[in-house]
Each structure stands twice: as structure tokens, then as C-alpha cells.
């Protein structure tokens, strides 16, 4: 067992002992929760989709990387491309760090073009002799041969006068010939805000103040922020930290989610409603969005948090990011749809129609791992339906839907070793319309649940054994009427 120290945790890479690697990556491959169809880090660490954007043909994936262990230490980029977000080509390390600027972490950001080039702006962390944090923005140009080259000093060299060293994570956008950088922030107050930087050239960035919101005392820090306009909407999604639950909201350790209506860029003031959370299950953070080919908004997360211990860490690494959403607000609410593309994937398909009730356990003979499943609920006479998924003699992970309060709530409490420390076993959201429909994507060790065409997502790690592999329905009283079509579903991110 390696011990964690700083000195280790701030290794680099390229001097790490080669021995220890081979076995490392060894223990990282014989793993039994190995994703299929999920970005996953070859060893180590993965954190932050970083650097999202479709470029001259080609997708480019980042993400933030610790190679030697699943803790954080000392951060890189490493890149994926792909024609069609379903199938993923290694890049390997890309941004590393090897600058003073960026000595303890090539920490997150984005990709923008400028002049038809793609480029990286991105978060360098440093830290002195006192191990004081020094945060600098960076941008980094990637030429024809694919190299990456930093520029020569920061665009940013420090927060504004205000502010604390968290100034971090970059997101460049552009309007109108400007380009705009939207930084996570924390005043000196200890609370969380969003800056606006402009600038028509990429090396001069002008700083225009905090972006004004009604949330003033909500989280000591905002991580990742993202802006950008959906169907007639301005979307401002963030990652609030030190958010007390409320209810059934808020209950992970870390928060994201986004609020929407219109922004004056130029007054830097956001009329908005409510923060409403991205995704409600247990494992989903630093989301980052991008166009993709058709001018859609995708949206890839994290799907992990940080300050969590999990049962892959004794396999040597940490983490997956979610599939790829698409994002549309219809008649004033954001849908999230997962990509058409990963249709693709499917094989084996596998139809059944029937009622469930309380003595109706087992109501179709479909196994798996690895799947898509969609239930369409036809007719629901039901006062609770129990759809069960990876289930053995003594594991299962449990969606219920409570039809009076249209509330449905995920429970992972028997679904295999759990990461700790969470609070509580079970996740719950309460639906806009009566559920008519799940489609559960899920893999090795993980789940995804997009409920009624995109209305709302619960995005969960799973540890289920290797003979968990049923599916089974029933009720609490009542009957419901049920379609079932499945899929096998398998990428190349093995």
C-alpha cells in the first residue's frame, strides 16, 4: 500500500518508478468494476472533464488525472478524440505540469477556437515554500501536429483585488468577434462568485467584474461555472460547496446545478429563478458543456466527488465521467436526453409487456451488466412500484416510484460495497408529470437514470457483484402495466 504522502502525491509521472507503473496498470486492468462504455482513467485518478469541444472533425475529451493512485495529487489533462462521442481514441497526457506557473497541477479549464486554432484556457496551480496556494490562468495553443504550446507567462496572474487564491476553472465562450471567460471565484468573505474577464485577442484579458445574482450567502465556493444561452435561455451552472440539505436537496457533500433566465453580459447582472440541481443521484459534479457537430448542447460530468473513499480504490483507481446529454429547456424546463449516438452500442435486443404486482417478482427473464433498459409505464393502478436492476440472492439496487407524491427515489443500501463517507443510502427527486417512462443505462459499476424523456437524471456508482445480474418489478399494492425493451450495450473504453 502506497502511503499518500505530499512528496508522493506531487511525483511526477514521468519520474515515477516504471515497475510500480506495470503493476499499478496491471492491478487497474484485472479490476473488477471496469466500465465498458464509460470514460475511465487508465490508473489513478480521474476528476474534471476538462477541454470539451468539437474541432476540424474531432471531438476532444480531457480530464483531470492523477496517474500513480486513486488520491488527488498532482493534476495533468489527459485527451481523448472521437467522431462520434461513443468511441474514444488514448491521446494520453496532454497539458502536464512542467512550468513553475503550473508545478502542483495542471488544474481545470476549457477549449476554445480563435483563428482556427483550438486552445486551452486553464487554471496553473503553485505553491511556495509555505505551501501558500498560488492560482494563475493560463492558455495554452495546440499546433497542426497536435503539440501543445503554453504561453510564455499567465493571461491572468492573480485574482482581482477582493478575492481569494480559489479563482479557478475557466470557461471561455464567444459572442459577437469577444471572448469572454467566466471564473469560479471566492470573495474575501469566504463566499462563492463567478467573474467575467473579456477580451478581442486571447493574450489581454480584461477583468469586468462579479457577476450579480440573488444568491449572496449560498456556498464558500462556486466551482466550474458555464454559460451559455439554451433555446432562448441564459444558463448559468456552477458547483456550489458548503450548501446545507434541505429536504431531499442538496445531499451529497458537493453541489451542481444551474439557474436560468436572462443575462446582461454587459452589466453583469443574471435575472433568474431558483438553483436547481443538474442530477440527483450520488455521484455527479464538474460538469462542463460544448456544441457538438449539429450545433446541439452537450453536457459531460464527473461522475464522482470529491472527499469520498471508493471500493476502486483498492484496485488502483477512481472515477468515470458520465455519457454524453444533450440539453434543451422546452416550455421553460431543461431537458437532459442522453446522445442519440450511443445507439450504436446496443445489440441483442429484447421486448416484454405484462402486469406487476405485490406477488409479481419476477416479470421478465432478462440478465445483465451492462445495459440499456427502457420501461414505459402504460397503465399504473399502483400506490409504489419497485423496479429492481443487478440483483443476486443478496444484492439489488432499488428505483421506487411513489405514484401520489410522484417522488422516486434510488437505493443503493444493498447494492454491493459502498463509498463512504455518504450521508444516507438513498437518493429522491420529485417528478413534474406522472412517470411514464425510465431509461436506465448501466454498466459495470455504475448507473444512469434519465426519468420521462430527459425531465430528470440520477447519475449513481454502483458495486455490485458478479452474479448480480437480474431485473425484476413489482408493487406495494395495485397494479401497473409495463413495456420492457433491453439492450446490450458495449463500448471500448475497457
Not at 500500500?1 to 515515477?16: F, G, I, L, P, S
Not at 444558463?235 to 436572462?262: H, K, T, V, W
Not at 443487478?390 to 401520489?404: H, V
Not at 454502483?462 to 450495450?489: M, N, P, W
Request: proline residues 5%; hydrophobic residues 30%; negative net charge.
Amino acid at each position: 500500500m502506497v502511503e499518500w504522502t505530499k512528496e508522493a502525491r506531487y511525483q511526477k509521472y514521468e519520474d515515477a518508478d516504471q515497475q510500480y507503473l506495470a503493476e499499478l496498470t496491471e492491478r487497474v486492468n484485472q479490476s473488477k468494476y471496469r466500465q465498458t462504455f464509460h470514460i475511465q482513467p487508465k490508473s489513478g485518478l480521474l476528476n474534471d472533464p476538462n477541454g470539451l469541444i468539437y474541432f476540424n472533425g474531432n471531438y476532444y475529451i480531457s480530464h483531470q488525472w492523477f496517474p500513480l493512485g486513486p488520491v488527488h495529487g498532482l493534476k495533468y489533462w489527459y485527451t481523448y478524440t472521437s467522431k462520434d462521442l461513443i468511441h474514444f481514441n488514448a491521446v494520453g497526457p496532454t497539458l502536464k505540469p512542467d512550468t513553475n506557473d503550473d508545478s502542483h497541477g495542471v488544474y481545470s479549464g476549457s477549449a476554445f477556437e480563435y483563428n482556427q486554432h483550438l486552445y486551452y484556457m486553464y487554471t496553473a496551480n503553485h505553491r511556495d515554500e509555505d505551501w501558500h496556494r498560488i492560482s494563475t490562468q493560463q492558455i495554452a495553443k495546440m499546433t497542426k501536429n497536435g503539440e501543445i504550446k503554453k504561453f510564455p507567462k499567465p493571461v491572468i496572474s492573480a485574482p482581482p483585488f477582493g478575492y481569494t487564491q480559489h479563482f479557478r476553472d475557466p470557461k471561455v465562450y464567444e459572442k459577437d468577434g469577444t471572448y469572454y471567460a467566466v471564473i469560479a471565484a471566492q470573495n474575501i468573505d469566504k463566499q462563492g462568485r463567478i467573474l467575467q474577464y473579456r477580451s478581442s485577442d486571447i493574450v489581454n484579458w480584461e477583468f469586468q467584474g462579479e457577476i450579480q445574482t440573488n444568491l449572496d450567502d449560498f456556498g464558500f465556493m462556486w466551482e466550474c461555472p458555464d454559460y451559455f444561452n439554451l433555446n432562448g435561455y441564459d444558463m448559468l451552472l456552477f458547483c456550489p460547496q458548503g450548501i446545507d440539505a434541505e429536504g431531499d436537496q442538496f445531499r451529497n457533500i458537493y453541489q451542481s446545478g444551474y439557474i436560468m433566465g436572462q443575462y446582461d453580459m454587459n452589466q453583469l447582472t443574471m435575472n433568474h429563478g431558483d438553483f436547481h440541481e443538474l442530477d440527483h443521484g450520488f455521484d455527479f459534479y464538474a460538469p462542463q458543456t460544448f456544441l457538438d457537430e449539429q450545433g446541439q448542447r452537450i453536457l459531460i460530468g464527473w461522475m464522482g466527488l470529491p472527499e469520498i473513499n471508493y471500493p476502486t480504490d483498492e484496485d488502483g483507481w477512481a472515477h468515470c465521467l458520465t455519457i454524453p446529454r444533450v440539453l434543451t429547456v422546452e416550455e421553460g424546463n431543461l431537458k437532459q436526453r442522453p446522445i442519440k449516438a450511443l445507439e450504436k452500442l446496443r445489440s441483442n435486443e429484447e421486448t416484454a409487456l405484462g402486469y406487476a404486482n405485490k406477488f409479481t417478482k419476477q416479470l421478465h427473464p432478462y440478465e445483465g451488466k451492462q445495459f440499456e433498459l427502457i420501461i414505459d409505464i402504460l397503465e399504473n393502478e399502483a400506490t409504489e412500484v419497485y423496479f429492481e436492476v443487478r440483483t443476486s440472492k443478496t444484492e439489488t439496487s432499488l428505483i421506487t416510484y411513489n405514484t401520489k407524491e410522484q417522488k422516486l427515489t434510488f437505493d443503493r443500501s444493498e447494492s454491493g460495497p459502498l463509498p463512504n463517507p455518504v450521508e444516507g443510502t438513498s437518493r429522491s427527486t420529485y417528478l413534474d408529470t406522472p412517470l411514464s417512462q425510465l431509461q436506465l443505462y448501466v454498466d459495470t459499476s455504475s448507473i444512469e437514470i434519465f426519468c420521462n424523456d430527459g425531465e430528470r437524471v440520477m447519475s449513481s456508482r454502483i458495486f455490485s457483484g458478479e452474479d448480480a445480474t437480474g431485473i425484476k418489478t413489482s408493487t406495494e399494492s395495485g397494479q401497473v402495466y409495463l413495456r420492457f425493451t433491453k439492450y446490450d450495450l458495449k463500448g471500448d473504453t475497457q
